[in-house]
């Protein structure tokens, strides 16, 4: 035996090793191997093509209501805040300058592009869970789909609510008490943002990984997937910051980078969103329910 044959041999048998001994690694090469198999890659593209045009149509459909109907220019800010935090790349200036005059065209674009969104996202991380992509009658499916994608914006509008609410409260304590300037509050401040922010996006998370599918389980199963997917989410809007302060001197690439970096950012995140699916179908943790069909699955 040659040895390069002998080398071999022994990263395989310590790879087997490896895995043996570390759950989280054996779990972690599973998903892996189900992500390839679901052709996941390819699934992420169709949902970045339709998450980008629904990006923009929720960003415009949010600024005109809450310019138009609501005026409170704090609550404005706080959503140009979480939007400029989440997309580095999204202009969200431009898009609340035109929130008035766009929102009509957004109330028509968003349903429709939400939609297709909704249809995309439940067929591929259906396709990882091994279940059928397309359940029941095609116009229930699509009102259900309507469905998710109307709770998922509630449930969006009802985190950022509490999570102001909650940064007036810390603001008013800290002027009360030792002056919002002071290094404890400050960093006080900071803190409680930082931890609120994680906990909307694995509360989003939470809600992907279950209500486009149509699946029911349990927290411990999907708590770990939706805390990868809010990792990986600060880890892109970092890369996405740092790009941006690249290139903020060259006008010429603003110009090209705006919407490819755009697009890039979705298609990580979505690889990132189909990859957790993955980590959460090949996790032996607890019953799933189905409840397109409702039989139990394991």
């Not at 390819?42 to 109907?69: C, E, H, M, Q, V």
């Not at 400050?186 to 803190?191: E, K, N, Q, T, Y």
Request: charged content about 15%; proline content about 4%; some cysteine.
């Amino acid at each position: 035996m040659s040895a390069a044959r002998r080398w071999a041999d022994r990263m395989a048998t310590g790879w087997k090793r490896a895995r043996s001994r570390h759950g989280w690694l054996d779990h972690a090469v599973r998903a892996l191997i189900r992500y390839d198999k679901a052709d996941a890659g390819r699934l992420s593209a169709a949902l970045t093509y339709y998450a980008f045009f629904a990006t923009f149509a929720l960003a415009l459909l949010g600024f005109a209501i809450l310019g138009r109907i609501l005026d409170y220019p704090e609550a404005l800010a706080q959503v140009q805040r979480y939007l400029s935090d989440t997309f580095p790349r999204l202009d969200v200036q431009a898009l609340r300058t035109a929130g008035g005059t766009a929102g009509l065209v957004a109330c028509v674009v968003l349903p429709l592009a939400g939609l297709f969104w909704m249809d995309t996202l439940r067929s591929a991380t259906r396709a990882i869970w091994r279940l059928e992509e397309y359940p029941g009658n095609f116009f229930l499916r699509q009102i259900i789909d309507l469905g998710v994608v109307a709770g998922l914006g509630v449930l969006l509008s009802l985190s950022l609510t509490v999570a102001f609410a909650a940064e007036r409260v810390l603001t008013w304590l800290a002027v009360n008490t030792v002056g919002v300037d002071a290094m404890p509050a400050r960093g006080v401040l900071s803190v409680a943002a930082f931890v609120l922010g994680i906990g909307i996006n694995t509360l989003l998370a939470m809600a992907l990984l279950t209500a486009p599918p149509r699946l029911r389980l349990p927290l411990r199963r999907v708590i770990g997937p939706a805390l990868v997917i809010t990792i990986g989410l600060e880890i892109l809007k970092t890369l996405g910051q740092a790009l941006l302060n690249l290139t903020a001197a060259n006008p010429a690439y603003q110009v090209v980078t705006g919407a490819v970096a755009m697009l890039l950012f979705l298609k990580v995140l979505n690889q990132l969103i189909l990859f957790a699916t993955a980590l959460a179908a090949t996790s032996a943790t607890g019953d799933v329910t189905d409840l397109a069909t409702r039989p139990g699955r394991k």
